[in-house]
């Protein structure tokens, strides 16, 4: 966990360079929180974007994009229906991922592709066009992006750890999940100094990575190995 | 092992030029089936890293004892596996430039990264366009056309021969490998018709760890962040302090604890690799059909392996790498872990051209793996060949390594690409096929005993009990060498 007191740390620099956030946040309520997709080994060089947009009852809409050569970016797009947990646990969702230019253009190449999910019992059945497939997963469990909205929940009951199977991205399952509060910290910011709940995510397939959230529940930054996410525009539009 | 037996066995391998191809070509099984043929690139995996391999690889330090892949435990177990496989050179570009021309890098003219295959030299895709009607793709890390990885649709950075499922951003597996999988997986599931396909997925994992040291550039950043995460991390490798000289030095002095994390985290990358490689196998599987599906790396990463990061020398951590494959309706046997024969990554060519019932393109330097992986019997090489950075050659056969290098014409080779060796009398020059005495050696060549010492700990070059060892595989290197067709760099920016 990279040292927040360091002026040379990039978590540090990530802090000095945000504009936090100031409005109260109610995180059962309509939201979304769009974040730059960012490389920590060139912070600079955005990679693309990735917005949650929560509504009542528990709606999830997270959509995902990275940049590719000649204009093209790789779109996900998932839409979970949740459980009211510290997980948000996803109980069924569909989601789409296909290479295009624009959202909206229809698939490059045969790369589209749907799929769709639920948890029965523990239970997964995941279909793919006529396939189908069923795997066991018992005990707690949510989706990747997911995260971004579980954590917030976290901090905000001052959850101390949980353990939990993970789904990398919305299909692949990553056992032996744990995430753990690591303490609070003031941090400096450019709109002045704020207060951050530090929560250490580590696991299979899981590169050791830090979720930094307000007081509100709202994760501002993430960063684990290359990856770093950073809010830049809650309440704003999908990607 | 005598001149004799190399020279029969090397027939059909390692040396033969225009021979090889035909007759491995004719002696494999022809049908009018033309399968799909579905190709798995990774960056930088050690062989060691699939877990249902700790059966294999007992020692507690090998990374088997500390991944978790469930999908690459299945591939293994539903298809043929190579616990003797290697790169043909274990640098990106190079390795890559092999397994896509079925050539050595010296005669793609890939002999470092960042440049591009000799055009002369036929890849895949352009290979298969002129000899088939395959429907062709290539989605993600390709690195064998100049200074950048991902191939775009159009334009001077289009791989010649593929159509591109486009993929971004450059450089990072964390950023692009579930692009790849989700698009190849659309792909391989929704690809119909009566022209079958060869498509290829570039990871960029577990390459990532690469940016964990190494130099850089204004603006990066190094990734190592270690601390104290409070889980169990990995045994250190007993050769973490090895102590014979050697010139491939690059050694990295990491604390016990900093290796540690690295190797946890290059274990993480494995298992987000596995999960991706997951979605690819099951797209195979419910199409229900013959496709073959083949998995393999560039080259490995050191691990702190002789204290190293990365791969570009001869130790097994940079030179093997894991090659599987599956097709179990196509005769290829399941749960076969072959150790005995020495494949590599140069094979590649020659095994999807036999598949495909096209012969191979001239001058192959590998051979079919199809009679390997249908369980028949067949003269095999007793030996298999590795370049190493410009100048440096790997001998390696069933019980030895052996390793030594010719000396370079400068000390940046990028500037004299195509002159890299230097003569006896000073002079720059290409590679001299058959006139190698011509070219100047550098001291410190190496041999180790790869059954006695697995972890390459025991330098045997100058034990005068190993004279006559080193002797035979000098000409097991001659042997190769004498069959070399120079190629030159076509870089495309």
Known sequence: ?239 | MTRRSFIKSTGAAAGAAAILPVKSFAGSQQTDRRPNILIVVCDQMNLDAIAVYKTHFEHRSWLCHWVDTPNLDELVHSGVSFTESHSTNPVCCPARSSMFTGRFSLETGVVINNIGIDQAVPNMGQWFANHSDYDRVYCGKWHAGGPWNNPSVSGPRKIPGFDTLPNGPDNWGRHMDYGVSSSVEAYVRNHRGEKPFLAVAGFMDPHDICFWTGDLMKGQRRITDFFNIGETLPDLPPNLNYTFDEIWKSPVNYSDMEWQNYIYDYCRMIERLDRNVGRLLRAVQDRGDDTLLLFTSDHGDGVGRHSRVSKWHPYDESVKVPFVAYGPKLGIRQNVIDTTHLVSGVDIMATVCDYAGIAPPPHQRGLSLRPLLEGRSVPWREAVFCELQEVGRVIRSERYKFVMSYKKSAPDARKQLNESYLTLDGKASMFLPGEESRLQRVSGTMLFDMKADPWETRNLAMDSNYQGIIAEHEVLLAQVEKNIIPGREYTRK
């Open chain 1, 1 to 239: 966990m990279q040292d927040l007191r360091a002026p040379d740390s990039l978590a540090t620099q990530v802090f000095a360079a945000l504009d936090p956030p100031r409005q109260p946040f109610d995180p059962d309520g309509n939201w979304s929180h769009r974040y730059h997709d960012l490389s920590t080994f060139n912070p600079k060089s955005k990679m693309g974007a990735l917005t949650l947009r929560h509504q009542p009852g528990r709606q999830l809409r997270i959509v995902n994009y990275r940049l590719c050569p000649n204009g093209y970016r790789t779109y996900t797009t998932a839409d979970l229906r949740c459980r009211q947990d510290l997980l948000s646990t996803p109980e069924n969702w569909r989601m789409e991922s296909k290479v295009s230019k624009h959202a909206q253009d229809n698939a490059y190449l045969n790369s589209g592709l749907v799929k769709k999910a639920r948890v029965n019992e523990g239970v997964l059945t995941i279909q793919t066009g006529a396939s189908q497939r069923n795997v066991e997963l018992p005990g707690e469990y949510t989706c990747k992006w997911c995260l971004l909205d579980a954590v917030g929940r976290m901090a905000r009951q001052a959850t101390k750890a949980i353990s939990f199977t993970l789904l990398d991205e919305y299909d692949e399952i990553c056992p032996d999940q744990h995430i753990m509060a690591r303490g609070a910290l003031e941090v400096d910011t450019r709109g002045g100094t704020i207060q951050v709940s530090c929560y250490q995510h580590t696991g299979i397939g899981t590169m050791p990575g830090v979720f930094y959230v307000d007081t509100e529940g709202r994760v501002l930054v993430y960063m684990a190995g290359m990856q770093l996410l950073v809010l830049a525009d809650p309440n704003g539009k999908d990607a």
